[in-house]
């Protein structure tokens, strides 16, 4: 069964700041990694998608990378904002789960002014 | 506006009191699902929907029903809720299978 997780949980850094979040699996056999962002109260928001054949996505600030020989994912962001601060999701699609995508617990970025 | 909507957003009710809450998208995605949020948890599949008509379990199905009467709709059902599904729940749609996931913005259940 596929097990993912994210390290570390919490992480706060100076606005301005180059930062990475990781992401890992315990299955390779996976169909494409999500990573999503999550505000308090609010739902979440898909930021980018890698399937299994890719490397790396972008998207403006963000940069997913995909590593499935060794089970890695990571985010990386740009020159962070104080608008950057939520909390950031990784979730696996595995070949053979249906459709349901197994979540990491989350990383809770504070970016601070 | 291309969008996951679900109602209520915030529900308090007693236990064996059943409840529905609904779901529905208007992108005309094949794919919809339910997910659960709890602390220390993370988020967990309860069921999800390849079409109409047709349902699957994800990893906690019990003691929740769903069904798929029309392509945009999706409602959560708990017969007899009891304590242990106080959560937060949220509801996400796909055009189709290993595509981007676009989520609801969260039913946050407390059952007493």
């Known amino acids: 069964k596929q097990e993912v997780t994210q390290i570390p949980a919490a992480l706060s850094v100076p606005e301005g700041e180059n930062l990475v979040l990781n992401c890992s699996f315990t299955?390779?056999?996976?169909?494409?990694l999500q990573w999503f962002r999550q505000d308090p109260g609010k739902g979440l928001t898909s930021l980018l998608l890698?399937?299994?054949?890719?490397r790396e996505q972008t998207s403006g600030r963000l940069n997913a990378s995909l590593d499935k020989s060794s089970g890695r994912s990571t985010l990386y962001i740009a020159a962070s904002q104080p608008g950057d601060s939520a909390t950031y999701l990784c979730a696996a699609l595995n070949n053979n789960a249906g459709n349901m995508l197994t979540f990491g617990g989350g990383t809770r970025l504070m970016v601070k002014p | 506006e291309a969008q996951v909507t679900q109602n209520p957003r915030y529900l308090i009710t007693v236990t064996g009191k059943k409840l529905t809450v609904t779901c529905s998208q208007n992108m005309n995605h094949e794919y919809m699902s339910w997910y659960r949020q709890d602390p220390g948890l993370g988020l967990r599949q309860i069921y999800y929907s390849m079409n109409v008509e047709v349902t699957d379990k994800g990893d906690v199905p019990e003691g929740y029903k769903v069904s798929r009467k029309e392509k945009r709709n999706f409602p959560l059902i708990l017969e007899s809720p009891s304590p242990n599904q106080t959560s937060l729940y949220f509801c996400a749609s796909t055009p189709h299978w290993g595509t981007e996931a676009f989520f609801g913005q969260g039913t946050r259940l407390t059952v007493v």
């Open positions: 890698i399937q299994s054949s890719q």
């Open positions: 299955d390779s056999a996976i169909y494409n």
